[in-house]
């Protein structure tokens, strides 16, 4: 089954993060699971929409009426699920941040994180929000009033990029523009784990080696300037 490798390595990464917890109240001495590496995964191919075509991206969810969903994704990374189910009180416009506290396959036990957005998305939200005021979700389906089904939102994508003219991509590889972008402006591995939501910066890291590897080159290319 080609979904075992998923299943061992979710079941590890949760006895990862309690036996941690365990550590860190000194019940234990060692983490067990560190002596653990879960089975690898067959990666489907990565594929990011380029920074110069964000922007016509974002053009064409604007004309069909879904910017603020998409234009969040971009900025955070969310998985789908968690973008989903996003309702008006997890934001906190004063504070700019959104509040990820649950998911479309999973509403309970799993950890808040905070996640601080740019001010057009929140600008964004509010006006979203203002079109369904008395609706409790962020995003609710213009069809059925509750949360979009993440089969629609993902027809959705697919047209958004047809428009744009860009080559096809699934909306998980939304979540790894994200990621792509944020390294490539700055962002350290640590903070942008947690940003994530990944379970260590050593899955994050391990997932953008060819962003940060490329990073490193360029970065060797510039001290080789001072020699020259």
Not at 145 to 166: Q, W
Request: hydrophobic fraction near 40%.
């Amino acid at each position: 089954d080609l979904r075992v490798p998923k299943t061992v390595r979710s079941v590890h990464m949760f006895l990862h993060a309690a036996l941690e917890q365990a550590v860190r109240a000194g019940i234990i001495a060692k983490n067990p699971t560190m002596e653990c590496k879960p089975p690898k995964l067959d990666r489907k191919e990565m594929k990011v929409i380029q920074p110069e075509q964000i922007g016509d991206y974002l053009q064409a969810a604007a004309e069909r009426n879904v910017l603020p969903l998409f234009f969040l994704e971009l900025t955070t990374g969310l998985r789908r699920g968690e973008l989903l189910a996003l309702l008006w009180s997890d934001l906190d416009p004063q504070n700019r941040s959104v509040s990820v506290t649950k998911s479309v396959s999973r509403l309970n036990g799993k950890l808040v994180r905070t996640l601080i957005v740019p001010q057009q998305a929140v600008d964004l939200l509010i006006q979203e929000h203002s079109l369904h005021p008395n609706n409790p979700y962020l995003f609710p389906s213009p069809t059925t009033g509750t949360m979009y089904s993440p089969e629609t939102v993902a027809r959705i994508h697919k047209r958004i990029l047809r428009d744009a003219g860009l080559e096809d991509c699934r909306f998980h590889d939304l979540r790894h523009t994200f990621a792509t972008v944020a390294l490539q402006n700055g962002v350290d591995i640590k903070t942008l784990s947690g940003m994530l939501g990944h379970y260590s910066s050593g899955f994050t890291l391990d997932t953008y080696t060819h962003v940060t590897r490329k990073m490193q080159e360029e970065a060797a290319e510039k001290m080789g300037q001072f020699m020259e």
